[in-house]
């Protein structure tokens, strides 16, 4: 494993000075407000030089992929990650709707390995998601680096459980984050994700989910931990707006 992660490495950062690959993704939403002033403009360049940001520069990762609401299977958008991997269990993604300047803050993603998720008590499985459809078929990539890079990567994430929530509902073409979070899911079998999405995505990115697809073929199937994907089995679990103060013990 040492050495496989000696190899993926310099690859990926290759891959990130080379940009994510294909065009940008742009988001569709208009926020409302005041164009920035040339003051702001100028703190902002001034913070960019003088400030330490040291947790956004551990952000090694790009994956793009495709996200729905818990429950509500019909509510699919792309998303973009921009992932930290902590240490061989655990990564974080920020989630932004685009790829470009633009690009809307969206969620967050926690990522675990599948020894941690069979640690989990089993009401907070259900609020966890499988990855192996999404690496299997090929509808997760990681855009810009070199194939065999990313099938290493794959093999990596193949067997990994997500927890994802959802604060701007861009998809909804909602120009401010209002309402609840929501928890979100990731497909787990053909015929749920639609076909439509997929293309766009191929087509701006420049990659070929049946390429990929086809190139995955020979990373094993795991099998997933039971407990996850709850809303297969209709266990839905979704964030609710309450007047009432939560009982934290």
Request: hydrophobic share 35%.
């Amino acid at each position: 494993m040492i050495e496989k992660i000696k190899t993926v490495l310099p690859l990926l950062a290759i891959g990130l000075v080379a940009g994510c690959g294909g065009e940008n993704s742009e988001t569709d939403v208009q926020v409302p407000g005041s164009e920035k002033t040339v003051e702001t403009k100028a703190l902002e360049m001034s913070a960019n030089l003088m400030q330490n940001k040291a947790p956004l520069t551990r952000t090694h990762m790009y994956l793009n992929g495709f996200h729905f609401y818990s429950g509500h299977l019909e509510g699919q958008m792309e998303v973009h990650h921009y992932v930290t991997q902590l240490n061989e269990d655990v990564h974080q993604a920020i989630i932004y709707d685009g790829n470009g300047d633009e690009a809307k803050l969206m969620g967050v993603e926690y990522i675990i390995s599948e020894r941690l998720f069979k640690q989990l008590p089993e009401e907070e499985k259900k609020l966890w998601h499988s990855h192996h459809y999404e690496v299997k078929s090929g509808t997760l990539i990681a855009p810009g680096i070199p194939d065999a890079t990313e099938h290493q990567l794959m093999e990596k994430l193949v067997s990994t459980y997500g927890k994802t929530i959802h604060t701007w509902h861009t998809d909804r073409n909602m120009e401010l984050p209002f309402g609840a979070p929501m928890i979100m899911m990731s497909f787990t079998g053909d015929g749920q994700l639609r076909q439509e999405l997929v293309d766009e995505r191929d087509k701006n990115l420049k990659v070929s989910t049946a390429e990929k697809h086809k190139q995955r073929e020979d990373i094993p199937m795991p099998e997933v931990v039971p407990g996850a994907n709850a809303w297969e089995q209709g266990e839905v679990r979704q964030l609710q707006l309450s007047d009432k103060a939560p009982d934290l013990q």
